[in-house]
């Protein structure tokens, strides 16, 4: 097995400041080429430090990925601290210099000094391009381990692991055919009953089943070896039964993703009007490109299921919209939703503790249950129903 691994640099990313999405993004990326993350770290700005971790993981893997510490900047310090371990200095690579001055030339302004040391790399490594941005990556061979480093702006690095760094991989190891993944998301079930219920299965030899909760959702995953395959999709039908009315979806598309497609499959205009979750709800629908009429965002107030029914319907008629989706405020646990449609208005009032999640997670709560509403009803399923913890209370 081939061992990859990735090193992040930066105090802002071992401090908390950012959130490491590169990282993320790469395991997943290697995953699909059949080559699974066996190892993450991050290190600050100190050279000692980086040092010490290039020996160390130099000794131990086949292949390793550093991201950040190339830009212009003193606390920028992995090209010096990658010299260091090699024992070699830094060499200028006037090509790049040269590409520099005639980036910023471009752009009507002069290259500070502080941006030449992103020219020099250790002597003898490999320079590997950036069409994006100044900082020039690099590769070199250091103790078993080939190692390359690629700054850590996400458009920049992105570009360079894709276009640069994977075809490399691949032109030098014979990988592994990428592994079968199965995923199914499901929503109102928690984490404990849907494995209590799934862990009493056999699995097949060789697959691993998990789950990653993310409020307000469970993911389920089923990993194994692609030759696996007929084994594995029997073994998940067995618990697509046991979620049941659960599921949203399966595989990768996001429920936004999906309804935004069908909407316009079906070419149907959708409005809404949102109170408890502040618009979070149109600005998902929007991201994923749906088709939405005008709505509003309104402050708090008490409506019954019937008021909100009556304005989902105005909504609609108003903005010429064949659907329209409206989310009523929060009172005592309780919240009101109602889904205009072709065949009819559909009401709820729902309820389920807040007393454990925040804000962000409440509203999140609550715009997954108004999706759903207009899945089930895109499915054909009742609009109106419960999902596990969220007890419906009253419907119309």
Same mark, same amino acid.
């Given at each position: 097995?081939?061992?990859?691994?990735?090193?992040?640099?930066?105090?802002?990313?071992?401090?908390?400041?950012?959130?490491?999405?590169?990282?993320?993004?790469?395991?997943?990326?290697?995953?699909?080429?059949?080559?699974?993350?066996?190892?993450?770290?991050?290190?600050?700005?100190?050279?000692?430090?980086?040092?010490?971790?290039?020996?160390?993981?130099?000794?131990?893997?086949?292949?390793?990925?550093?991201?950040?510490?190339?830009?212009?900047?003193?606390?920028?310090?992995?090209?010096?601290?990658?010299?260091?371990?090699?024992?070699?200095?830094?060499?200028?690579?006037?090509?790049?210099?040269?590409?520099?001055?005639?980036?910023?030339?471009?752009?009507?302004?002069?290259?500070?000094?502080?941006?030449?040391?992103?020219?020099?790399?250790?002597?003898?490594?490999?320079?590997?391009?950036?069409?994006?941005?100044?900082?020039?990556?690099?590769?070199?061979?250091?103790?078993?381990?080939?190692?390359?480093?690629?700054?850590?702006?996400?458009?920049?690095?992105?570009?360079?692991?894709?276009?640069?760094?994977?075809?490399?991989?691949?032109?030098?190891?014979?990988?592994?055919?990428?592994?079968?993944?199965?995923?199914?998301?499901?929503?109102?079930?928690?984490?404990?009953?849907?494995?209590?219920?799934?862990?009493?299965?056999?699995?097949?030899?060789?697959?691993?089943?998990?789950?990653?909760?993310?409020?307000?959702?469970?993911?389920?995953?089923?990993?194994?070896?692609?030759?696996?395959?007929?084994?594995?999709?029997?073994?998940?039908?067995?618990?697509?039964?046991?979620?049941?009315?659960?599921?949203?979806?399966?595989?990768?598309?996001?429920?936004?993703?999906?309804?935004?497609?069908?909407?316009?499959?079906?070419?149907?205009?959708?409005?809404?009007?949102?109170?408890?979750?502040?618009?979070?709800?149109?600005? !998902? %629908?929007?991201?994923?490109?749906?088709?939405?009429? &005008?709505?509003? @965002?309104?402050?708090?107030?008490? *409506?019954? #299921? /019937? =008021?909100?029914?009556?304005?989902?319907? !105005? %909504?609609?008629?108003?903005?010429?919209?064949?659907? &329209?989706?409206? @989310?009523?405020?929060?009172?005592? *646990?309780? #919240? /009101? =939703?109602?889904?205009?449609?072709?065949?009819?208005?559909?009401?709820?009032?729902?309820?389920?503790?807040?007393?454990?999640?925040?804000?962000?997670?409440?509203?999140?709560?609550?715009?997954?249950?108004?999706?759903?509403?207009?899945?089930?009803?895109?499915?054909?399923?009742?609009?109106?129903?419960?999902?596990?913890?969220?007890?419906?209370?009253?419907?119309?």
């Amino acid at each position: 097995m081939i061992r990859v691994e990735m090193l992040a640099t930066g105090d802002e990313v071992l401090h908390g400041q950012i959130v490491d999405t590169n990282a993320a993004w790469l395991a997943a990326l290697l995953f699909e080429q059949g080559l699974a993350m066996t190892r993450r770290q991050t290190v600050g700005d100190s050279l000692e430090e980086l040092v010490a971790v290039l020996t160390e993981r130099s000794q131990m893997a086949d292949v390793l990925i550093v991201n950040g510490g190339l830009g212009p900047t003193s606390d920028d310090l992995s090209a010096l601290a990658a010299a260091t371990a090699a024992g070699v200095p830094l060499e200028m690579q006037p090509e790049w210099l040269s590409k520099m001055e005639a980036f910023f030339a471009s752009r009507g302004k002069v290259m500070a000094a502080s941006n030449r040391k992103q020219a020099e790399i250790p002597q003898g490594a490999e320079m590997i391009d950036n069409p994006v941005g100044t900082a020039c990556g690099f590769a070199m061979e250091l103790n078993r381990c080939w190692i390359f480093f690629t700054p850590g702006v996400p458009s920049e690095y992105k570009v360079m692991v894709t276009d640069q760094i994977l075809p490399r991989l691949k032109a030098r190891f014979p990988l592994p055919q990428p592994p079968l993944c199965l995923r199914m998301t499901t929503f109102g079930r928690g984490e404990s009953d849907l494995a209590s219920a799934i862990e009493a299965l056999p699995l097949p030899e060789g697959v691993v089943m998990g789950y990653r909760a993310s409020m307000p959702i469970i993911e389920l995953k089923l990993n194994g070896p692609a030759q696996k395959r007929a084994e594995m999709e029997r073994f998940w039908q067995q618990v697509r039964e046991i979620a049941g009315d659960s599921v949203i979806f399966e595989g990768l598309e996001t429920l936004p993703e999906q309804l935004a497609r069908r909407l316009k499959e079906h070419k149907l205009l959708l409005s809404i009007s949102e109170q408890f979750s502040a618009g979070l709800l149109q600005w !998902q %629908l929007n991201a994923a490109g749906a088709r939405l009429g &005008a709505g509003n @965002v309104l402050p708090a107030q008490a *409506e019954t #299921l /019937g =008021l909100l029914a009556a304005r989902s319907q !105005q %909504l609609a008629s108003k903005h010429r919209a064949q659907l &329209a989706l409206v @989310v009523g405020s929060m009172e005592d *646990e309780r #919240l /009101g =939703l109602a889904l205009h449609t072709p065949e009819g208005t559909f009401a709820q009032k729902v309820k389920f503790s807040v007393n454990r999640h925040g804000l962000k997670a409440r509203q999140d709560m609550v715009a997954m249950l108004a999706m759903n509403m207009l899945r089930r009803w895109l499915n054909g399923q009742t609009v109106t129903s419960g999902h596990g913890w969220v007890e419906v209370v009253e419907t119309l």
